[in-house]
């Protein structure tokens, strides 16, 4: 079995998301273009593109890239009565903590 490419993982998201791929050009901040080429798979989306689409389609990034998930490696508690406001800082955490591991892998020091 073939892992899905970049470009299959984004449309997945929008199909996810409910959105088209004007919309999520617009709320991406990227060309409509550089967006049909990227999930088309002809053109390799920046990392600043990747976050961008993740954040507007409301998946991680590892979700778009496939690399391990911290999501699966994270532990936290919650109480019976947490719920949405839980989720929603559940999400926000992975998002810095998959973007923290991003930057390492790229060798990117942001702690200057």
Request: negative net charge; aromatic residues 2%; charged residues 25%.
């Amino acid at each position: 079995m073939t892992t899905p490419s970049i470009g299959k993982r984004i449309e997945k998201a929008l199909i996810a998301a409910n959105m088209n791929r004007r919309e999520l050009a617009v709320k991406a901040g990227i060309s409509q273009p550089t967006l049909s080429e990227i999930i088309a798979d002809t053109l390799p989306a920046k990392a600043n593109e990747l976050l961008a689409i993740a954040a507007a389609t409301g998946c991680t990034l590892t979700e778009l890239t496939s690399t391990p998930t911290i999501a699966d490696r994270v532990q936290y508690a919650s109480t019976p009565n947490s719920g949405e406001n839980m989720r929603r800082m559940r999400e926000q955490l992975l998002h810095f903590m998959e973007l923290d591991a991003y930057l390492d892998d790229q060798g990117i020091d942001v702690r200057a």
